[in-house]
């Protein structure tokens, strides 16, 4: 389960009035009569400036293009659509951004084009090459890299800082609380349902370990066997090694397809195998908060397989 520290009290200073000697002589104090408090108030945060990764900004952009789908939902998702001139040619959702100009990807972006449409701002996952970044600054346009995040926590901050990029600091939070919450709310649900797990990603025996997003996503189901291994393959040996309680598979993954000493496991033979379709990965793989819907479709493979197992052991 994640936790934010999202509120922030502020407490009021007291200040004492002490007693005075007037005429060289002393005057009490009467214990009943409560002493004055001076209360203390912090300033009101300003909007602007915001910072963001080395950039700073001094206003509101008024227009931006996104050259990454995840971040084209979450701009929208926050209100800030009408900011949006320009989207990537992979960008989907909401259908409305199929209206506004494709601007190439960030491993082939456009750069006539981006000039061409113009944005205060250009925001991507990946990395773009350092002479189209050049070429598009010279022609006035920022450029805004934010790395994938690889934790729910890093999309939590991904929601709040583009909250503050447009909308200023002082409600950033608040809007990425509203926007995050249902899919914390699921991942309360999902917290503790699984025991350990492997999740392995293509039939080469990739796996995803704890240092990547959809490793970290399912930790909050159980405990990830891969651990945090920097390694991004294990052998058919090492995950048998490991016996997790359940695994997890794309569906173009089958258990006909993996090493007998994989599909030998006990989590294989009890039926414990969640199967991710390609809706679920496309949420996992460009995790905003639609994540939600996948965490609840996972649950109901849970729950269905567990349902299951219980009735073979009753008869």
């Known amino acids: 389960m994640y936790k934010f520290s999202i509120k922030f009290h502020r407490t009021a200073a007291a200040a004492f009035m002490t007693a005075a000697l007037i005429l060289g002589g002393c005057t009490e104090i009467d214990e009943e009569t409560p002493a004055p408090v001076t209360e203390v108030t912090s300033p009101a945060e300003k909007a602007y400036p915001v910072s963001v990764g080395s950039l700073i900004f001094n206003g509101q952009p008024e227009s931006v293009g996104s050259l ?29 951004v199929s209206a506004k100009s494709d601007l190439g990807s960030a491993a082939n972006p456009d750069v006539d ?16 090459a350092k002479k189209d970044i050049t070429a598009l600054e ?13 934790s729910i926590e890093e999309l939590y901050r991904y929601y709040a800082d583009i909250a503050a990029v447009f909308g200023g600091k002082p409600d950033s939070q608040d809007a990425a609380d509203a926007a995050m919450k249902p899919l914390l709310t ?26 990547t997003f959809a490793g970290s996503f399912f ?3 159980g405990r990830n066997a891969a651990g945090d291994s ?26 006909s397809r993996l090493p007998d000493q ?11 195998v969640i199967i991710l379709d ?10 905003t908060a639609r994540l939600e819907t996948a965490v609840y479709s996972i649950l109901d493979q849970i729950k269905a397989i567990e349902s299951g197992d219980s009735e073979d052991d009753e008869e």
């Open 219 to 221: 930790s909050v189901f």
């Open 262 to 272: 994989v599909a030998s496991l006990d989590a294989v033979q009890s039926g414990r």
């Open 68 to 96: 990454s789908p995840a971040i084209t939902e979450i701009i929208c998702e926050l209100g800030y659509s009408e900011k949006l001139i320009g989207r990537s040619s992979y960008c989907s959702y909401p259908s409305a």
């Open 186 to 211: 699921a991942l309360h649900s999902a917290d503790g349902s699984m025991d350990s797990f492997i999740y392995i990603m293509s039939s080469d025996l990739a796996v995803a370990s704890d240092s």
């Open 138 to 150: 010279n022609a006035g346009i920022r450029v805004w890299i934010m790395p994938a995040p690889a």
């Open 278 to 287: 390609d809706e679920i990965l496309e949420r996992i793989e460009r995790p």
């Open 230 to 255: 920097e390694e991004i393959s294990l052998t058919a040996e090492e995950i048998a090694e490991l016996d997790p309680e359940w695994l997890i598979l794309p569906s173009s993954v089958t258990v």
């Open 113 to 128: 084009a981006i000039i061409d449409t113009s944005p205060q701002l250009l925001v991507s996952h990946s990395p773009i």
